[in-house]
């Protein structure tokens, strides 16, 4: 199996182990070569882009749709977790450049992810940022991701953002 030239497998692993692993991981599709579309330098977002649109932008608010297709699904039919975490970072740095001076870069410091219900295939989010709190050096940025259909609480993320250049300590 060419998966043993490519790792170091600990002989202490049962080999049931191992063929279940790899199994899964063909199943799962992570063996799979990244289609030419999205295998671009930028592909990531034209991956997203596709999928996510701007509703509303207001200083310190950011409302934005999210239809939930192929290219975004994990092997279960539901919007993929790795996808959540993508767009809830690409909004709320949206969410977070409607406040800050133009000049400013800024760097994400910490995403926390609570995935409480999927959002399966066809479905539309609404996705929406808001800024809890913003400072010199820091600001922070919450994205809720509901159900278009039921309203339902599907994802939530909170993103903290250092602002930079940082203060002098």
Do not use: W
């Amino acid at each position: 199996m060419a998966t043993e030239t490519l790792v170091k497998i600990s002989q202490d692993v049962p080999r049931e182990h191992v063929d279940e692993m790899v199994r899964f991981l063909e199943r799962t599709g992570a063996s799979d070569s990244i289609p030419p579309p999205y295998a671009a330098a930028d592909g990531y977002s034209d991956l997203l882009c596709s999928s996510l649109r701007a509703d509303r932008v207001q200083r310190g608010k950011v409302s934005c749709l999210l239809s939930v297709g192929p290219p975004l699904l994990n092997a279960y039919g539901g919007l993929h977790g790795g996808a959540v975490a993508a767009v809830a970072e690409r909004v709320a740095i949206g969410c977070a450049r409607t406040v800050m001076h133009k000049d400013k870069e800024l760097f994400l410091g910490e995403l926390s992810i609570s995935y409480l219900s999927a959002a399966p295939q066809n479905s539309e989010l609404i996705i929406d940022a808001s800024v809890v709190r913003t400072g010199r050096n820091v600001t922070v940025v919450e994205v809720n991701f509901k159900s278009k259909k039921s309203e339902k609480l599907a994802f939530a993320a909170r993103a903290t953002f250092f602002n930079m250049p940082l203060a002098k300590l």
